[in-house]
């Protein structure tokens, strides 16, 4: 009896949980490697194509380049391209040319939407992309983390 117990408790504790948990290799959420972000762009130069609703890649900045997201005028969104399934893939999002403001990972299939806080749409990751701070002083948006 003492050692079906014994049993019952070691799967209760030890075993089950590390059945239920999901795996950390599985989805590292928005772990990244940390790169310092620190851009200006001009509003009326850089920026002068995007109209509200639109997207536009950095790619030479974040960890594998930066997508904007212009929701109002004076408002925007960045998000690290990295796709958060599995971050240490290294692959980055890419325009889902088919549906406006989705961005999918060419590896797993995973979208985004930008609109909604780049959240998972569909697919595999369960974690948003990674957002950067951005703030707007005169006619400059900054970028920064
Ligand atoms: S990056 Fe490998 S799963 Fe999306």
Redesign the pocket.
């Known amino acids: 009896m003492k050692k079906f117990s014994f049993i019952f408790t070691a799967i209760l504790f030890l075993i089950l949980p590390a059945l239920v948990a999901p795996s950390c290799d599985s989805n590292r959420g928005n772990i990244i490697p940390y790169v310092k972000v620190d851009l200006y762009l001009l509003l009326y130069a850089d920026l002068a194509d995007m109209g509200i609703g639109s997207a536009k890649v950095i790619s030479n900045a974040g960890h594998q380049g930066i997508v904007l997201y212009r929701e109002a005028d004076l408002e925007f969104y960045a998000y690290d391209r990295?796709?958060?399934?599995?971050?240490d893939?290294?692959?980055a999002?890419v325009e889902d040319t088919s549906f406006f403001g989705v961005f999918e990972?060419p590896?797993?299939?995973?979208t985004f939407l930008l609109m909604n806080g780049a959240e998972p749409n569909s697919?595999?990751?369960r974690y948003p992309l990674v957002e950067y701070f951005t703030s707007i002083q005169g006619d400059v948006l900054h970028v920064y983390n």
């Open positions: 990295t796709c958060t399934r599995f971050p893939h290294d692959v999002v990972c590896q797993c299939g995973s697919g595999p990751a």
